[in-house]
């Protein structure tokens, strides 16, 4: 059986944060325009991987049944799941772990089998890295400049972490560049 990669994807500032110094992600998303090539990589997801500070973004956590972009099964790690479970429709199933990052990871991967995984979340993403976890990075950069807010690769000092590049898309607004993750032996 083959196994789907596991790949943390962001959208950065030119000077690195993943959000603003509000925490607001919207200048970031504002020049996502997905071309055919990113829509047919992000067909390939079979699972996504968050924190509850991503999962939290929205609003209302009912709508990622409605209309989130993968409508897939959502893995959010988390000290604490909510209270009430938020609704779920055939495709989007979501399950609060408690117990690491491997724990969700290894899970997210049973459930995309043959596809994908995406890692979404600074946080998730730091820990996901430190673990060794990763096999590809992709950064999408849009076109600001913030200043401050939260660093992607902020609390990774004491990781190096090698990269190969393996194709770069570029799109009307934004240049994604997918890594592959050299592996530590």
């Known amino acids: 059986?083959?196994?789907g990669k596991v790949c943390l994807g962001m959208i950065l500032s030119l000077d690195g944060y993943v959000n603003d110094r509000n925490g607001d992600m919207e200048k970031l998303y504002a020049s996502f325009e997905p071309d055919e090539v990113i829509q047919a990589e992000m067909a390939k997801t079979g699972a996504v991987v968050m924190g509850r500070n991503s999962f939290d973004e929205s609003e209302d956590m009912d709508a990622y049944a409605d209309n989130y972009e993968f409508q897939v099964p959502l893995?959010?790690?988390t000290h604490h799941p909510p209270e009430r479970h938020p609704k779920?429709?055939?495709n989007l199933t979501i399950t609060f772990v408690t117990d690491g990052i491997e724990s969700v990871i290894r899970q997210a991967r049973e459930a995309a089998?043959?596809?994908d995984v995406v890692v979404l979340g600074a946080d998730v993403g730091q820990q996901m890295l430190k673990a060794n976890l990763a096999d590809e990075l992709q950064v999408a950069f849009a076109p600001v400049i913030?200043?401050?807010?939260?660093r992607l690769f902020e609390?990774?000092?004491e990781h190096e972490i090698h990269l190969e590049k393996l194709r770069t898309i570029e799109t009307a607004k934004q240049v994604e560049i997918w890594y592959k993750v050299i592996k530590e032996q």
């Open 1 to 3: 059986m083959n196994v």
């Open 75 to 77: 893995f959010v790690l």
């Open 146 to 150: 913030l200043g401050q807010g939260l």
């Open 88 to 90: 779920e429709n055939e």
């Open 113 to 115: 089998g043959e596809r």
């Open 155 to 157: 609390h990774l000092e």
